[in-house]
């Protein structure tokens, strides 16, 4: 266990340095009850491909699985609120916290 002194724990807080990062499996665990409670009638029907579904859009998996897909251009295509797709208006969190979920669904290519 590591223990720090008073001085340590002033120099955190002054810096803005916060508590360790979560796991990744912690992002993509609350990226997948966001997806489901927001997204799951239109991208994430059982094996939903590129345009499949109730109204023609792309499951997640076919999403992650697009050539070059990334991270960041998935988090860029939220920001730019899609006109084909409701506003939920997510904040940065909620974004990344998508993204990772999506991206956790990519074949090793």
Same mark, same amino acid.
């Given at each position: 266990?590591?223990?720090?002194? *008073? &001085?340590?724990?002033?120099?955190?807080?002054?810096?803005? &340095? $916060?508590?360790? !990062? /979560?796991?990744?499996?912690? /992002?993509?665990?609350? $990226?997948? *009850?966001? &997806?489901?409670?927001? %997204?799951?009638? %239109?991208?994430?029907?059982?094996?939903?491909?590129? =345009?499949? $579904?109730?109204?023609?859009?792309?499951?997640? =998996?076919?999403?992650?699985?697009?050539? =070059?897909?990334?991270?960041? $251009?998935?988090?860029?295509?939220?920001?730019?609120? !899609? !006109?084909?797709? !409701?506003?939920?208006?997510?904040?940065?969190?909620?974004?990344?916290?998508?993204?990772?979920?999506?991206?956790?669904?990519? =074949? /090793?290519?």
């Amino acid at each position: 266990m590591v223990r720090l002194t *008073t &001085a340590a724990i002033m120099m955190i807080l002054a810096t803005g &340095a $916060g508590p360790a !990062p /979560e796991s990744p499996r912690e /992002e993509i665990a609350r $990226g997948r *009850t966001l &997806a489901y409670a927001l %997204c799951a009638q %239109c991208h994430l029907n059982e094996g939903q491909g590129e =345009k499949e $579904g109730p109204m023609g859009v792309p499951g997640f =998996k076919a999403v992650a699985n697009r050539p =070059k897909q990334t991270f960041g $251009g998935i988090v860029r295509w939220l920001k730019a609120v !899609p !006109p084909m797709m !409701p506003d939920h208006h997510l904040t940065q969190d909620e974004m990344d916290e998508l993204a990772a979920f999506i991206m956790s669904l990519r =074949k /090793e290519q």
